[in-house]
């Protein structure tokens, strides 16, 4: 099974700031095929189900900001928010649907 | 507008069974796979089960296999979790959600409680 693991686990920050946050994964994600990178990232907020905000590791989902980008290949991935908002402030998880489905921990994001 | 209405949940004792429903509508229920995936209290996302759009395949997490069946009836837009076995473990908000690949809509959720 492909075990994802994303750090921190939370991380305080102030609204305006730069957020990176990572994912990875034990095995690569990347189908020599096609080129794809099999990995999703969700937000949670408090309250709510989870909602899709990337595909293929960098592909943003309609109607989601700018401000949230996906990057990374492979095994190592980021989401980055490049100016936090209040209504940012959520659980983000990433997932892997390269070999079923696989979430990892989740980052909580808090108000410093 | 894309939605899913889970509906079934309650509180059971440990053993016993619990049938889940996820009533799809706003797209073409019959054209896409669907998912369960949980949620225990404080805790993570957890994927349980999918079902190709015309059920030919279905995959189950390893910690629900034998016990979990994830069906579908195309004619009612419904998707089903049928639970056996349950255990404490298995306490959770349940969630169904859309897509083959990603999962790019979500229902609200339905909580089950398994306890004595």
């Known amino acids: 099974d492909i075990v994802m693991t994303q750090t921190p686990s939370s991380q305080a920050v102030s609204a305006g700031e730069k957020v990176t946050m990572s994912c990875k994964s034990s095995?690569?994600?990347?189908?020599?095929?096609?080129?794809?990178?099999?990995l999703a990232w969700y937000q949670q907020k408090p309250g709510q189900s989870p909602k899709l905000l990337i595909s293929?590791?960098?592909t943003r989902e309609s109607g989601v900001p700018d401000r949230f980008i996906g990057s990374g290949s492979g095994t190592d991935f980021t989401l980055t928010i490049s100016s936090v908002q209040a209504e940012d402030l959520a659980v983000y998880y990433c997932?892997?649907?390269?070999?079923?489905?696989?979430f990892g921990g989740g980052t909580k994001l808090e108000l410093k | 507008e894309v939605q899913l209405v889970e509906s079934g949940g309650g509180l059971v004792k440990p053993g016993s069974s619990l049938k889940l429903s996820c009533v799809a509508s706003?797209?073409?229920?019959?054209?896409?796979?669907m998912h369960w995936i949980r949620q225990a209290p404080k805790k993570g996302l957890e994927w349980i089960a999918l079902?190709?759009?015309?059920?030919?395949?279905?995959y189950y997490a390893d910690s629900v296999k034998g016990r979990f069946t994830i069906s579908r009836d195309n004619s009612k837009n419904t998707l089903y979790l049928e639970m056996n076995s349950l255990r404490s473990e298995d306490t959770a908000m349940y969630y169904c959600a859309k897509g083959g690949n990603v999962m790019d809509a979500w229902g609200q959720g339905a909580s089950v409680t398994v306890s004595s």
């Open positions: 997932e892997q649907y390269y070999d079923t489905w696989t």
């Open positions: 293929w590791a960098s």
């Open positions: 095995q690569s994600l990347l189908y020599s095929e096609n080129k794809k990178n099999y």
């Open positions: 706003g797209f073409t229920f019959s054209s896409y796979g």
């Open positions: 079902i190709y759009y015309d059920s030919s395949n279905k």
